[in-house]
C-alpha cells in the first residue's frame, strides 16, 4: 500500500507542530509552501522553513499563493491531502481540486466562532474564558468547511496572547494527531458548520492598539492582554508622553468615577484609575527609552498624578 501524499501550507508554530504530527504519521510530503518572514514584524515563533530544511523537504515560498505555477505544481504531485496549517493566504480552488481525498485548515479559535483573522487576539480581546483549535474542511469562503475536529482550551483572566496561543498550539497538534488516522482511512467525522452572523474578524493593526479609557477597566486589561509583546502593545499617553501598557492586573477596589482617566502611585506601585472607577494595576510598560521603572515612577506619581489618554 502506498504511503498517504499531502502538500502542506503552513507558517508559525501551528505550521512547525503540525508538520511534525504528518511527519510522525509518516505521512509523505512531496512539498512544503510557506511565506517569507515579513522584516518588518518581530518573528517570536519557530520556522516552517527551517523545519522542512531539517527534514530535507522541498520547500518553497512564493509570492503569489494563487500562481498558476505553484497550482500546476501541487497538481501534479496528486496529492491525497492538501493541509493548511496557519498559512497566510486562503487557497483558490485549483489548488483545493488538486487534493484526492480533502483539503483541511486547522484554524486558532472553535469556530463557527472567531472566523477570519488574529482569532486568538479578538478572543482575549473579547473576554472568552475559552478558546481551541478546529481542523476543517477548506471552501473559497473563509474557515467556513464542514468541521472534522476541535478541541477548546481556556483562557485564565490574566493570560496574554502568547501564552494563550501557546496553548491553541498545543490543541492543534492534539486534534490533528488524533484526527489523522481516520482521514486517512476515509472515516474522520464530519460535520456542517452553520456559520453565524457577527463571527468573522479581520486583521489587527498596531493601531488598534490605542487605549480607550472611557472603556470599562476589565476590557481595557483584555486590550492589554491581547495585544501584549511579541505582539505591537497597547499604546497610551502620560501627560503627553507615548507609553506602551505591556502588562495589568484587576485590581478589587473601586474608586469614583472621573471625567479623566489618571495613573496613579501608591506604596512602590503604578495605577491607572479609570473613568468608570475600576482601577488597573500597572505591571510592566515602556516607552521609546525602554522599560519603565515603575517603582521609581510611582514615587514621582504620589505627589502628582498624570493625565492618561
Same mark, same amino acid.
Given at each position: 500500500?502506498?504511503?498517504?501524499?499531502?502538500?502542506?501550507?503552513?507558517? #508559525?508554530?501551528?505550521?512547525?507542530?503540525?508538520?511534525?504530527?504528518?511527519?510522525?504519521?509518516?505521512?509523505?510530503?512531496?512539498?512544503?509552501?510557506?511565506?517569507?518572514?515579513?522584516?518588518?514584524? $518581530?518573528?517570536?515563533?519557530?520556522?516552517?522553513?527551517?523545519?522542512?530544511?531539517? /527534514?530535507?523537504?522541498?520547500?518553497?515560498?512564493?509570492?503569489?499563493?494563487?500562481?498558476?505555477?505553484?497550482?500546476?505544481?501541487?497538481?501534479?504531485?496528486?496529492?491525497?491531502?492538501?493541509?493548511?496549517? /496557519?498559512?497566510?493566504?486562503?487557497?483558490?480552488?485549483?489548488?483545493?481540486?488538486?487534493?484526492?481525498?480533502?483539503?483541511? %485548515?486547522?484554524?486558532?479559535?472553535?469556530?463557527?466562532?472567531?472566523?477570519?483573522?488574529?482569532?486568538? $487576539?479578538?478572543?482575549?480581546? %473579547?473576554?472568552?474564558?475559552?478558546?481551541?483549535?478546529?481542523?476543517? /474542511?477548506?471552501?473559497?469562503?473563509?474557515?467556513? !468547511?464542514?468541521?472534522?475536529?476541535?478541541?477548546?482550551?481556556?483562557?485564565?483572566?490574566?493570560?496574554?496572547?502568547?501564552?494563550?496561543? !501557546?496553548?491553541?498550539?498545543?490543541?492543534?497538534?492534539?486534534?490533528?494527531?488524533?484526527?489523522?488516522?481516520?482521514?486517512?482511512?476515509? $472515516?474522520?467525522?464530519?460535520?456542517?458548520?452553520?456559520?453565524?452572523?457577527?463571527?468573522?474578524?479581520?486583521?489587527?493593526?498596531?493601531?488598534?492598539?490605542?487605549?480607550?479609557?472611557?472603556?470599562?477597566?476589565?476590557?481595557? #486589561? %483584555?486590550?492589554?492582554?491581547?495585544?501584549?509583546?511579541?505582539?505591537? !502593545?497597547?499604546?497610551?499617553?502620560?501627560?503627553?508622553?507615548?507609553?506602551?501598557? #505591556?502588562?495589568?492586573?484587576?485590581?478589587?477596589?473601586?474608586?469614583?468615577?472621573?471625567?479623566?482617566?489618571?495613573?496613579?502611585?501608591?506604596? !512602590?506601585?503604578?495605577?491607572?484609575?479609570?473613568?468608570?472607577?475600576?482601577?488597573?494595576?500597572?505591571?510592566?510598560?515602556?516607552?521609546?527609552?525602554?522599560?519603565?521603572?515603575?517603582?521609581?515612577?510611582?514615587?514621582?506619581?504620589?505627589? #502628582?498624578?498624570?493625565?492618561?489618554?
Amino acid at each position: 500500500m502506498s504511503a498517504t501524499r499531502a502538500v502542506v501550507f503552513a507558517y #508559525h508554530d501551528v505550521g512547525v507542530r503540525c508538520l511534525k504530527v504528518l511527519l510522525s504519521a509518516k505521512v509523505e510530503i512531496p512539498l512544503v509552501v510557506t511565506v517569507k518572514d515579513d522584516p518588518k514584524e $518581530n518573528r517570536w515563533f519557530a520556522s516552517v522553513a527551517d523545519t522542512a530544511r531539517e /527534514y530535507r523537504l522541498p520547500v518553497v515560498m512564493p509570492d503569489d499563493a494563487d500562481g498558476a505555477e505553484l497550482a500546476q505544481r501541487v497538481a501534479e504531485l496528486a496529492p491525497d491531502f492538501i493541509f493548511s496549517f /496557519y498559512y497566510r493566504s486562503m487557497l483558490g480552488a485549483p489548488i483545493l481540486r488538486s487534493a484526492r481525498s480533502g483539503a483541511l %485548515n486547522m484554524h486558532g479559535s472553535l469556530l463557527p466562532k472567531y472566523r477570519g483573522r488574529a482569532p486568538v $487576539n479578538w478572543a482575549i480581546l %473579547n473576554g472568552e474564558l475559552q478558546t481551541g483549535a478546529t481542523l476543517h /474542511y477548506m471552501v473559497e469562503r473563509a474557515d467556513a !468547511g464542514d468541521i472534522v475536529d476541535q478541541l477548546a482550551v481556556p483562557i485564565l483572566e490574566d493570560d496574554d496572547a502568547r501564552e494563550v496561543f !501557546g496553548k491553541v498550539t498545543a490543541a492543534a497538534e492534539i486534534v490533528l494527531a488524533r484526527s489523522l488516522p481516520g482521514l486517512i482511512a476515509g $472515516n474522520a467525522p464530519r460535520r456542517r458548520q452553520l456559520i453565524e452572523p457577527g463571527q468573522y474578524f479581520g486583521r489587527r493593526r498596531p493601531e488598534d492598539g490605542r487605549i480607550d479609557w472611557s472603556q470599562p477597566a476589565v476590557r481595557i #486589561h %483584555n486590550l492589554v492582554r491581547a495585544v501584549a509583546p511579541p505582539f505591537p !502593545g497597547a499604546i497610551t499617553e502620560v501627560d503627553g508622553r507615548p507609553w506602551q501598557i #505591556h502588562r495589568t492586573r484587576v485590581e478589587p477596589r473601586i474608586i469614583t468615577p472621573s471625567e479623566r482617566a489618571r495613573l496613579f502611585g501608591a506604596q !512602590g506601585a503604578c495605577y491607572a484609575a479609570c473613568k468608570d472607577g475600576g482601577v488597573l494595576r500597572i505591571l510592566a510598560a515602556a516607552t521609546t527609552d525602554g522599560p519603565v521603572d515603575l517603582t521609581r515612577v510611582s514615587r514621582e506619581l504620589e505627589a #502628582h498624578p498624570a493625565a492618561l489618554g
